[in-house]
Structure formats: C-alpha cells, structure tokens
C-alpha cells in the first residue's frame, strides 16, 4: 500500500510541478501542438469538394489560439519544426498526385 501511495504523490509531481513534468513528461513544442492541431481539425473534413482552397481561411480560425502560441513563443526551433512538416506535405501531396495520376512507374 505504501509502494502505491508514494507512485501517486510522484505522479502528481509530474503532472502539477513544472520541474517534475519537464524530466518525466517533456511537453510537447508550440510548433508541434500547432500541427496536431491543424491535422485534427482538417481530419473532421470528409471532404473539401472542388476547391480545397476555399477552406484556408476556416481552417485557420480553428487554429487561431495555437497560432497565437506559436507567435508568443517566437521561436527558431518551432519554425525549423514546421518548415519540416511543410516539406513532408509537399512529398505526400507529390506521391499521392503521381498515384492519382497513375503515375507508379518510378515507384516500383
């Protein structure tokens, strides 16, 4: 019983005490919560019609606060972080036009 009570008072302290969370829960970046962000409110589309474009504007209102956030902390880090992402995107949206396109030669 004393094994279990001395676990929960640890993991309050990693939750509640910043210098306890930092060594056993490391949070996660601006930039990071930014793009979970952005990635769970785009996974609420089913789709984006004809003109995925139209939806820019909506999409950043839904992640105005993380935006925020990002801006606040003004980071290089974050933005290294987020120019990675960008060119992951770009990657996938390449493969994903070629298989579209049917265009699987070079793939195999």
Partial sequence: ??????????LNRAFYDQNYR???LPSMTAATRLIKKLDK????????GDNPGAHVEEVLGKIEKSL?????????D??????VERDRAM???VILNR???GDLSELA
């Fill in 1 to 10: 019983m004393e094994d279990v009570e001395g676990l929960t008072k640890l």
């Fill in 22 to 24: 930092e060594f056993f």
């Fill in 41 to 48: 409110v785009l996974a609420n589309y089913d789709s984006f």
């Fill in 68 to 76: 925020d956030n990002l801006r606040f902390k003004s980071n290089p």
């Fill in 78 to 83: 974050h933005m290294a972080r987020i120019y």
């Fill in 91 to 93: 990657i996938k949206q």
């Fill in 99 to 101: 298989v579209m396109a």
